[in-house]
């Protein structure tokens, strides 16, 4: 009984997200970190290693932010698209969209600001050359640690709507820091790593916990010649 309502709660979750646009608008709207609900919409195991699940509290506060009733999570709504077509709905804009280049210490907070971020004038806006959802940014890699695969220079475009998975390269923010850093993440029996590709960098592989905020996956890289 128990695994039907998680289902139903994840299709219900799919829905929502077509609604607010995005994954990102809907975390804020709910005021819920917006990649703990990605690892929550893409079962990401926990640390006893079961799949996440939408629990009571979320799927609360995802109905009080959407103005749905109480109990709609659990309700099985048919009038509405396929998970599977909302979900490609969210891929974003088409590929003459442009992206911001934004700092590091805004990338660390994108989560809060990306929604009222409003570029300087005279900012760099860059196209992405692949899909990618229209809060995605753009940033500018700074120092060795992901050598030979990413240079001091290169640009990453980056989408805080795409699953963080095992093995992608991760713009994430530490909770002692406020800027975020990017490296490989590593997912191995419920627990999260960052994997820096340097092999020559001091502390290549750390264990992060729930506290650090997955900012975004890397989709494209440019490199600067």
Same mark, same amino acid.
């Given at each position: 009984? =128990?695994?039907?309502? /998680?289902?139903?709660?994840?299709?219900?979750?799919?829905?929502?997200?077509?609604?607010?646009?995005?994954?990102?608008?809907?975390?804020?709207? &709910?005021?819920? /970190?917006?990649?703990?609900?990605?690892?929550?919409?893409?079962?990401?195991?926990?640390? %006893?290693?079961?799949?996440?699940?939408?629990? $009571? $509290?979320?799927?609360?506060?995802?109905?009080?932010?959407? %103005?749905?009733?109480?109990?709609? =999570?659990? =309700?099985?709504?048919?009038?509405?698209?396929?998970?599977?077509?909302?979900?490609?709905?969210?891929?974003?804009?088409?590929?003459?969209?442009?992206?911001?280049?934004?700092?590091?210490?805004?990338?660390?907070?994108?989560?809060?600001?990306?929604?009222?971020? &409003?570029?300087?004038?005279?900012?760099?806006?860059?196209?992405?050359?692949? %899909?990618?959802?229209?809060?995605?940014?753009?940033?500018?890699?700074?120092?060795?640690? =992901?050598?030979?695969?990413?240079?001091?220079?290169?640009?990453?475009?980056?989408?805080?709507?795409?699953?963080?998975?095992?093995?992608?390269?991760?713009?994430?923010?530490?909770?002692?820091? /406020?800027? &975020?850093?990017?490296?490989?993440?590593?997912?191995?029996?419920?627990?999260?790593?960052?994997?820096?590709?340097?092999?020559?960098?001091? /502390?290549?592989?750390?264990?992060?916990?729930?506290?650090?905020?997955?900012?975004?996956?890397?989709?494209?890289?440019?490199?600067?010649?």
């Amino acid at each position: 009984m =128990m695994r039907k309502v /998680n289902q139903i709660r994840l299709h219900n979750l799919e829905i929502l997200i077509a609604e607010a646009g995005s994954a990102a608008k809907l975390a804020r709207a &709910a005021n819920t /970190n917006s990649s703990y609900l990605s690892q929550v919409r893409n079962q990401l195991p926990t640390k %006893k290693g079961t799949p996440r699940a939408i629990g $009571d $509290d979320l799927a609360e506060k995802l109905e009080r932010a959407t %103005k749905k009733p109480q109990g709609w =999570m659990d =309700m099985q709504h048919t009038d509405r698209a396929s998970p599977d077509d909302e979900y490609n709905a969210h891929d974003g804009p088409d590929l003459h969209s442009l992206l911001p280049l934004i700092s590091w210490v805004q990338a660390g907070n994108w989560y809060e600001i990306s929604e009222s971020f &409003a570029p300087a004038y005279g900012a760099e806006l860059l196209p992405c050359p692949v %899909k990618c959802s229209q809060d995605s940014f753009v940033l500018r890699v700074r120092g060795s640690s =992901m050598e030979p695969k990413f240079h001091e220079g290169d640009l990453i475009f980056v989408d805080p709507d795409i699953s963080p998975d095992h093995g992608k390269y991760v713009v994430v923010r530490l909770d002692e820091s /406020n800027e &975020a850093t990017f490296k490989q993440l590593i997912i191995e029996e419920g627990k999260q790593y960052l994997k820096a590709l340097n092999p020559d960098w001091p /502390n290549r592989i750390i264990e992060v916990n729930e506290k650090a905020t997955i900012c975004g996956v890397i989709v494209f890289k440019g490199e600067v010649v």
